[in-house]
């Protein structure tokens, strides 16, 4: 019986072992979990602080997308001033062309009968 006990002893201590060894492992279990639960947080933060720089990135493009259509309705309105200058421009020119014509027309003109008077007057008087 003494033997038999002796075994049952033998046997609970190392139960008693393997049980002390299992209660270590899951405290080590537990460490790794609680370091894991740390990164984790960590993690969340910085996710969290990701989200803030997209949305300010957002509203910033947001706000170019707005200077853009504002630059390109500039645009349009510089590019309609342009073409009302240009066409305003050929007319004042053609404009001008027809009154130099017109005045060089009328000098000609007085030029000529001048011209013939002068020339009548020559052979009037050979």
Do not use: P, W
């Not at 027309?105 to 020339?119: G, I, M, P, Q, T």
Request: glycine share 2%; aromatic share 2%.
């Amino acid at each position: 019986m003494e033997k038999v006990l002796n075994e049952i002893l033998l046997k609970l201590s190392n139960l008693e072992d393997g049980q002390r060894g299992l209660m270590g492992t899951v405290s080590q279990l537990d460490t790794k979990v609680d370091n894991l639960d740390v990164k984790v947080d960590y993690l969340d933060v910085k996710v969290d602080n990701l989200d803030v720089k997209v949305d300010n990135l957002d509203v910033k493009v947001e706000n170019l997308d707005v200077k853009v259509d504002c630059l390109e309705s500039n645009l349009h309105e510089i590019r309609d001033i342009v073409t009302r200058i240009e066409v305003s421009q050929n007319e004042d020119v053609i404009a001008l062309l027809k009154t130099f014509n017109s005045k060089i027309d009328s000098k000609s003109e007085a030029l000529n009968k001048r011209l013939f008077r002068v020339e009548s007057k020559l052979e009037a008087s050979k």
